[in-house]
């Protein structure tokens, strides 16, 4: 497939890197400034090579990527709130020249999916963003593979808020100490508070909600409740009967979407440790389903970028 | 699409069962012995009450059920050893028709999975075989999403196997014991060699490592141990250190499978309880995956092989 790889931050490094040896070819690639685009494929070394000593990938506009002769738009370009522009716009656009879109960005896909879809309605593309969702876990394929019959999801959904309380967990610590621990290993941001005040965690709960009832959520619908405030000591009385603490997104069967620090068993699946991700799936004619795994990282989710674009090259055959 | 149901087991059955409410026509049910075909869609329901009644399905013959006019054609008989008959001629039938086939019968995927991919090769029929690893845990299916990426596999691949050393762990008592307990259940089979000498889990790792190694290994070339002869004691030694023993099932990068008995941490993912299994993938390019839940049960393998169902059904579209 020709790709057009928009934002080459962690994630679109990634899919450059590796979408060769996929058998995919790069027509076009853009920062938030500047855009690289040849129809008969770019060497992405060269341009990876550019963003590194010149800060920008070629010498075109990002328009330009827009409008180059690809097959799938990848949507990389960081997670906005609000309006989610640019990513919404990007994807329009692709959707609107009938071109599919495969989205890392969680932007545009929990604030506006319902304009999306109706977009994607129009357009002999497709929109998939199995990326947006706990890395090279296969959360959203997993839900339309058994359409249907997921009724409730739950789970540890952001890996540097499972870190630090997993952390406090075990060393005893205060929030603030693993924090800047945290911040050293680069684990978290420097400003950390999309990932520790829940709102991360939540703008994947709505996405999944948008999926499971057919859009209509945006995070305006979500009950958030960070880590920031949770003293240690309120791990260590958890500990005294076996329990734990996790930051859990959870999105029930009728739709309500709740963030929030929870009460776990530390035997539970749930209580997963370090940056790992837990998705429990509440099936309609099977027990439990529980998949884990790293939920974010470059490579990880450029896994789930070029799973997408895998499927689309599929079923377009 | 038009389903042909082999089979009415369990599986069968809840195949039966749910089919409709996911827009299919089942056209074709067979039992061994008895069949019922209509063209115009069969009323399942009739079908279902005179096998209780009859232990039969219908007037007509195996033969007409394989020879009707179905898109997909569903292998839900048991599954033998040897040369895996009569699922793989049902499976060649349907491909050498250009007919779809969806696997619930490990047999033929075990022990002539080449064959078939030859046989697939030049048919314009698609065979798929989720139900035959793990129930409703999408292992085939994440195989096939990170395509190229899993490079080993292992996991807990057998629920009898494991809810017997699950409970022999937690009550102290010995494999006799505990046999008769999941006999009472119905967890067990009367005769349970296939699942505790480790066959079915050998059958589950040969399937993993014709997918991930594009065909040649039957069960033949499993390493296999049971858990038959483990004591009591063993389990208590590891007890001791945190850990416990599960029946571990591997598909090594270089392709080598064994099963046998393993030491694995209490606190390891590996180390789930009861009827429960797991799956890991070592990933190319991300962190470990885990995949887990129930592997087996009627309503679990029927959701799997509606969802490559409905995989044929995109593709096909």
Known sequence: MKLAVLGVG??????L????????EIVAVSDSSSAAVDSDGLDTEKVLSRKSYR?????????????????????????????????????????????????ANKGPVAQRYSELRDIEDESAGTMLFEATVGGAIPVL???????GEVSAV????????????????????????????????GVAEDDPSFDVQGTDTAMKCVILANV???????LAD?????????PGSALEVASLDGNTIRLLGEVSADGTIRVGPR??????????????????????YSEMLNLSGQGAGGHETASAILSDVGRLERTTL
């Open 263 to 284: 009460l776990v068993s530390e035997n539970s699946s749930l209580a997963v440790s370090g940056t790992d991700n837990i998705v429990q799936f509440e099936m309609e």
């Open 154 to 185: 739950r789970g540890v959904l952001n890996g540097t808020a499972n870190f630090i309380l997993s952390r406090m967990s075990t060393e005893g610590l205060d929030y603030e100490h693993i924090l800047a621990e945290a911040q050293d290993l």
């Open 141 to 147: 394929s997993t839900i339309a593979d058994h359409a």
């Open 222 to 230: 979500a009950k958030v409740e960070g880590i920031e405030d949770l």
């Open 17 to 24: 890197e590796r979408a060769d040896a996929k058998g995919h």
């Open 10 to 15: 962690v994630v679109g490094k990634a899919v």
């Open 212 to 218: 499971l009832h057919d859009g209509g959520y945006t």
């Open 55 to 103: 800060d920008r990938v070629g010498n075109a506009d990002v328009e330009d990527a827009l409008a180059a002769d690809y097959d799938v738009l990848i949507e990389a370009t960081p997670t906005t709130l609000g309006d989610a522009e640019p990513g919404f716009t990007n994807v329009r656009t692709a959707l609107e020249r009938d071109r599919h879109a495969v989205l």
